[in-house]
């Protein structure tokens, strides 16, 4: 009888620890990673329109960790993707959602369009806590089947058509600046092929009067250009490209500029949105046209270079890098060339604790393009004109470190001030 009694307090005992373990939780507790995701995550929308879940400020306290990339193309829409993944008691769980965001988009299309996305993202996640019982879900009868594969027609032939302005003008006693830009552009992008025509010009003038002397600077930039781009197979593509450019700054009366350009991709195309490392070569054949006569005495001449590019980008849980090297020289003279290092770095290095450095390099052997004679002291302060420089750079760093209270998803409109945005 007590043997029979202490199996049956075991057996009581094993079930018992079995159902603790197996129990839901009562909270998800969900890190939206937005460092690479090109729009406005809209956070605070997405606290108030989904108060299931608790957003936490770091991803070590997160149940889910949601990584949003995002990329344009040529067509300006934009392609996201969601990597989901699952920690602590959902470990085993990830998954990858990919949506796009159509062109000229509103502020509010593409808040919806992503709060959506997150929605069903996190989907899977709530339905293993006992968050699932306040969960609510509509399902639209007329959707087509999943079957119809009828082909869209489209009367545009895959092109989308932009065109865009803006200008401005100010002053005071002293000073007065007047700037105008225009761009227009037409692009067809397809899952086998890119194809790119466009056409900008700017314009800025400049006077400053200095008691009575007078000093005025003009800048102007022209340029048009057209590509074609097709992806041969998912790790090599090729094309053509050609452009005109002028530029009083850079003493460029016309250049025209025409070549071809292949690329090899270490990973597969699908996946440039998690890693990506691809290798570019390109030739081209240049035309200059000069307004002063340069440093090397030439009013006009013929050039043919060639150009090495390699770039990396990586999107994991504890940051991103993006990186690349470009490299660029002529044919006739390889001490005549140009080395470029971009790129930048986030990482989390400890909870709470965010890092970032960016910035470019670059090593100059290549301006023939500059005027000969000295440069006046206002050309140089006023930057209107190209200077020879061996070298340029850029470099950035920022470290932030934040810490309080994980759970506060709370969301308060008052006293926000003026906030809007403005999409050409």
Same mark, same amino acid.
């Given at each position: 009888?007590?043997?029979?009694?202490?199996?049956?307090?075991?057996?009581?005992?094993?079930?018992?620890?079995?159902?603790?373990?197996?129990?839901?939780?009562?909270?998800?507790?969900?890190? +939206?990673?937005?460092?690479?995701?090109?729009?406005?995550?809209?956070?605070?929308?997405?606290?108030?329109?989904?108060?299931?879940?608790?957003?936490?400020?770091?991803?070590?306290?997160?149940? +889910?960790?949601?990584?949003?990339?995002?990329?344009?193309?040529?067509?300006?829409?934009?392609?996201?993707?969601?990597?989901?993944?699952?920690?602590?008691?959902?470990?085993?769980?990830?998954?990858?959602?990919?949506?796009?965001?159509?062109?000229?988009?509103?502020?509010?299309?593409?808040?919806?369009?992503?709060?959506?996305?997150?929605?069903?993202?996190?989907?899977?996640?709530?339905?293993?806590?006992?968050? +699932?019982?306040?969960?609510?879900?509509? !399902?639209?009868?007329?959707?087509?089947?999943?079957?119809?594969?009828?082909?869209?027609?489209?009367?545009?032939?895959?092109?989308?058509?932009?065109?865009?302005?803006?200008?401005?003008?100010?002053?005071?006693?002293?000073?007065?600046?007047?700037?105008?830009?225009?761009?227009?552009?037409?692009?067809?992008?397809?899952?086998?092929?890119?194809?790119?025509?466009?056409?900008?010009?700017?314009?800025?003038?400049? /006077?400053?009067?200095?008691?009575?002397?007078?000093?005025?600077?003009?800048?102007?930039?022209?340029?048009?250009?057209?590509?074609? !781009?097709?992806?041969?197979?998912?790790?090599?593509?090729?094309?053509?490209?050609?452009?005109?450019?002028?530029?009083?700054?850079?003493?460029?009366?016309? /250049?025209?500029?025409?070549?071809?350009?292949?690329?090899?991709?270490?990973?597969?195309?699908?996946?440039?949105?998690?890693?990506?490392? +691809?290798?570019?070569?390109?030739?081209?054949?240049?035309?200059?046209?000069?307004?002063?006569?340069?440093?090397?005495?030439?009013?006009?001449?013929?050039?043919?270079?060639?150009?090495?590019?390699?770039?990396?980008?990586?999107?994991?849980?504890?940051?991103?890098?993006?990186?690349?090297?470009?490299?660029?020289?002529?044919?006739?003279?390889?001490?005549?060339?140009?080395?470029?290092?971009?790129?930048?770095?986030?990482?989390?290095?400890?909870?709470?604790?965010?890092?970032?450095?960016?910035?470019?390099?670059?090593?100059?052997?290549?301006?023939?393009?500059?005027?000969?004679?000295?440069?006046?002291?206002?050309?140089?302060?006023?930057?209107?004109?190209?200077?020879?420089?061996?070298?340029?750079?850029?470099?950035?760093?920022?470290?932030?470190?934040?810490?309080?209270?994980?759970?506060?998803?709370?969301?308060?409109?008052?006293?926000?001030?003026?906030?809007?945005?403005?999409?050409?």
């Amino acid at each position: 009888m007590k043997y029979f009694l202490a199996i049956t307090l075991l057996l009581v005992f094993t079930i018992t620890k079995a159902q603790q373990n197996n129990e839901k939780p009562n909270q998800l507790n969900v890190f +939206v990673d937005c460092n690479n995701y090109g729009s406005d995550c809209f956070d605070s929308f997405l606290r108030q329109e989904i108060s299931l879940v608790t957003f936490v400020r770091d991803r070590l306290d997160a149940d +889910v960790h949601i990584i949003a990339t995002s990329n344009w193309n040529n067509l300006g829409t934009q392609m996201n993707t969601l990597f989901v993944v699952g920690q602590k008691k959902f470990s085993s769980l990830s998954d990858t959602l990919s949506y796009s965001i159509p062109p000229n988009s509103t502020d509010l299309e593409r808040r919806d369009i992503w709060t959506k996305q997150i929605k069903i993202a996190l989907l899977p996640y709530v339905a293993r806590t006992q968050l +699932v019982q306040h969960l609510n879900l509509t !399902m639209t009868a007329d959707m087509k089947p999943a079957s119809d594969t009828t082909p869209v027609k489209d009367p545009y032939n895959f092109w989308v058509f932009q065109l865009s302005t803006n200008g401005s003008i100010n002053g005071n006693r002293v000073s007065k600046e007047f700037s105008a830009y225009g761009n227009a552009s037409a692009n067809r992008e397809t899952e086998e092929s890119k194809s790119n025509i466009y056409l900008n010009a700017s314009e800025q003038y400049n /006077r400053y009067d200095d008691q009575g002397t007078i000093y005025q600077y003009e800048y102007q930039d022209f340029g048009a250009g057209a590509s074609h !781009m097709k992806k041969m197979t998912e790790h090599f593509g090729a094309g053509l490209q050609a452009d005109f450019n002028n530029s009083i700054y850079s003493n460029l009366k016309a /250049r025209y500029t025409a070549g071809p350009v292949v690329e090899y991709s270490y990973f597969p195309y699908k996946e440039f949105n998690s890693k990506r490392l +691809v290798v570019q070569y390109a030739v081209d054949a240049r035309y200059n046209k000069y307004y002063d006569t340069t440093i090397y005495l030439k009013t006009k001449e013929v050039l043919f270079a060639q150009e090495v590019a390699a770039i990396g980008s990586f999107t994991q849980k504890w940051g991103s890098i993006n990186v690349g090297a470009f490299w660029r020289n002529l044919f006739t003279d390889f001490s005549k060339n140009s080395l470029s290092f971009n790129g930048a770095i986030t990482a989390r290095l400890v909870k709470g604790l965010n890092f970032v450095i960016w910035g470019n390099y670059s090593f100059i052997h290549n301006q023939l393009n500059i005027r000969k004679g000295d440069i006046s002291i206002d050309q140089l302060l006023a930057q209107n004109r190209e200077i020879l420089s061996a070298y340029n750079y850029n470099l950035g760093i920022g470290l932030s470190y934040r810490f309080g209270s994980k759970f506060n998803s709370a969301v308060n409109p008052c006293f926000r001030g003026l906030n809007y945005s403005i999409n050409l």
